[in-house]
């Protein structure tokens, strides 16, 4: 994604939550309920001010580690793109410069493998010149050469589209509001308890019970913020298909697609570590559907063959 898409899509979605907390605060005014928001003095403009420090704060470190985080993690050991060690890593290698120079990234991201038995990969990190591809040994031991290839070029895509620079502006907007709503919510919940009994003194709910209250209020608005990162990042996975194809041809991505859905056939379906990992989509019914980060394979196959 270009610059001016990344900046229209963090206006848009600013515009969306704003018309949102509009409609919302109508709404409380409309019911009576505004006294007890403005109980106190609360100063919202500086209370989402501090809130989207924190929250775009956590978001931004947290891309900023990623690939620190990502090898951490998993125990990737990194590949010398240079001199890459025996037939796997020599085709890994070759694989990514070559799509390097077709999407045009001059700095070559760093490759790695990790042990695992998944079939499975991913990319990470800050920026184009900063960005980490690394596979599983796993998808290296079941994947064909054209197979690597459809994966690989999903993944490098991703890196092109800068996804995971735009994962975080969105994240960053979500906590923002987040937890600015719960901590509104809060005050507001606290000054109604307190507007109940004109004879108690004190300090409302408490430390200790404000923090517990928040707490709770950010969870639960979380649960219903998250849908639309979910959202989000299938869309970003039909975009990323389509890149491959680009490269690749859709036949690459297709069969790449294909082999995955024969591991999935080959193991259980509700398997922990397939439902989990950054390839396939979530199961049946809505509440898959809507947390599942990843589309189901069958749905990404048929948008790659209307592409004709």
């Known amino acids: 994604m270009n610059w001016a898409k990344r900046i229209f899509l963090f206006i848009a979605i600013n515009l969306l939550v704003m018309l949102t907390i509009t409609l919302t605060m109508t709404i409380i005014s409309r019911a009576g309920l505004l006294p007890h928001l403005m109980y106190g003095g609360m100063d ?8 989207a420090c924190f929250g775009f704060a956590g978001a931004i470190i947290s891309l900023l580690t ?4 990502a090898k951490w993690a998993y125990g990737i050991e990194l590949i010398d793109m240079q001199r890459p060690q025996g037939a796997a890593e020599e085709l890994l290698a070759a694989t990514v410069r070559d799509l390097c120079n077709r999407v045009g990234i001059t700095t070559m991201p760093q490759v790695g493998i990790y042990p695992s038995r998944e079939v499975n990969a991913f990319a990470t990190g800050p920026s184009k010149s900063r960005a980490l591809v690394a596979v599983s040994s796993g998808l290296l031991e079941t994947m064909d050469r054209q197979g690597l290839e459809g ?7 991703h890196v092109v589209n800068g996804d995971m620079v735009t994962m975080t502006l ?4 979500v906590n923002t509001f987040v937890m600015f709503l719960a901590y509104a919510g809060a005050f507001a919940i ?9 004879e108690r003194r004190g300090g409302g709910l408490g430390y200790f019970g404000r923090y517990m209250l928040i707490n709770v209020l ?9 849908p639309l990162l979910y959202a989000f990042s299938r869309w970003r996975e039909y975009r990323a ?3 491959s194809a680009k490269l690749y041809g859709a036949p690459t991505m297709i069969h790449a697609l294909e082999s995955l859905m024969g591991y999935r056939n080959a193991v259980d379906k509700q398997h922990p570590a397939f439902a989990a990992f950054k390839i396939n989509g979530g199961g049946q019914g809505l509440l898959a559907r809507l947390f599942a ?12 063959k209307r592409l004709g």
């Open 44 to 51: 919202y403009a500086s209370l989402l001010v501090m809130c």
């Open 66 to 69: 990623s690939r620190i985080a």
């Open 151 to 157: 994966v690989l070029g999903h993944e490098i895509s």
């Open 170 to 173: 969105l994240q960053g907007i």
């Open 190 to 198: 606290e000054n109604a308890l307190r507007g109940r009994d004109s």
């Open 218 to 226: 950010e969870t639960v608005l979380m649960l219903f913020a998250a």
């Open 241 to 243: 298909d389509r890149g």
């Open 293 to 304: 980060s990843h589309p189901p394979l069958e749905k990404r196959i048929e948008a790659l």
